[in-house]
């Protein structure tokens, strides 16, 4: 049981990198020329939602479920893991 969920982890992973790699190709270049605010642009590894085409969005949507995923599954393996079940 263990491993399965294990392996749901890492494919789950897996995916939002694939998600994470496909957003670097949906910036929409009008709207980063509408910014005002440069500073929006330097922060974290993803790009902003604001800058984001409608293909963007979805990769975006996609993977926060990804990572979502992958949190819930962990924490319930640990719990299984610390209470001998499964």
């Given at each position: 049981?263990r491993?399965?969920?294990?392996?749901?982890?890492?494919l789950v992973s897996?995916?939002g990198m694939y998600?994470?790699?496909?957003?670097?190709?949906?910036?929409?270049?009008?709207k980063?020329m509408s910014?005002?605010?440069?500073?929006v642009l330097?922060?974290g590894?993803?790009?902003?939602?604001?800058i984001?085409?409608d293909?963007?969005l979805?990769?975006?949507?996609?993977?926060?479920?990804?990572?979502?995923?992958?949190?819930?599954?962990t924490l319930?393996?640990l719990?299984?893991?610390?209470t001998g079940e499964?």
């Amino acid at each position: 049981m263990r491993i399965i969920g294990i392996g749901i982890v890492v494919l789950v992973s897996l995916y939002g990198m694939y998600c994470q790699v496909k957003l670097r190709d949906h910036i929409s270049r009008e709207k980063v020329m509408s910014l005002k605010d440069l500073k929006v642009l330097a922060r974290g590894g993803l790009p902003p939602k604001e800058i984001l085409d409608d293909e963007g969005l979805k990769y975006h949507r996609r993977f926060l479920f990804a990572v979502g995923l992958a949190v819930v599954t962990t924490l319930a393996l640990l719990v299984l893991g610390i209470t001998g079940e499964g």
